[in-house]
């Protein structure tokens, strides 16, 4: 079973800029479209940016412009750079597939904006 973890979180003012990153156990980043989710407390998961294998990403709105999502495949990496970072982007984040059926979800990476 593919194991996913998720780095890079903190705490950082608003307007500042982070960039996760995630890696499997296995190398699935090249051969199938990942996400980056978030989850924020009392609210339910959310996909806020994907790649397909053939590298087409997609945005929720909420962070399109800021947010971006890259892979390097000979690092077995996936990573969202986040920039212009609001309060309201407070959440754990993962990475996973980016429709089900999903791998076991990772511990996830805690981003707090705040200043």
């Known amino acids: 079973q593919v194991q996913l973890v998720e780095s890079g979180g903190g705490l950082v003012q608003p307007g500042g800029s982070l960039r996760l990153s995630c890696t499997a156990s296995g190398r699935i980043f090249s051969r199938n479209a990942m996400g980056w989710y978030r989850q924020a407390p009392g609210k339910e998961r959310e996909l806020v940016a994907s790649m397909t294998s053939g590298g087409r990403t997609n945005y929720a709105d909420s962070v399109k412009g800021r947010f971006t999502i890259s892979r390097d495949s000979a690092k077995n990496m996936v990573y969202l750079q986040m920039t212009s970072l609001k309060p309201e982007d407070t959440a754990v984040y993962y990475c996973?597939?980016?429709?089900?059926?999903?791998?076991?979800w990772g511990q996830g990476t805690q981003v707090t904006v705040s200043s």
């Open positions: 996973n597939a980016d429709r089900p059926p999903w791998w076991n």
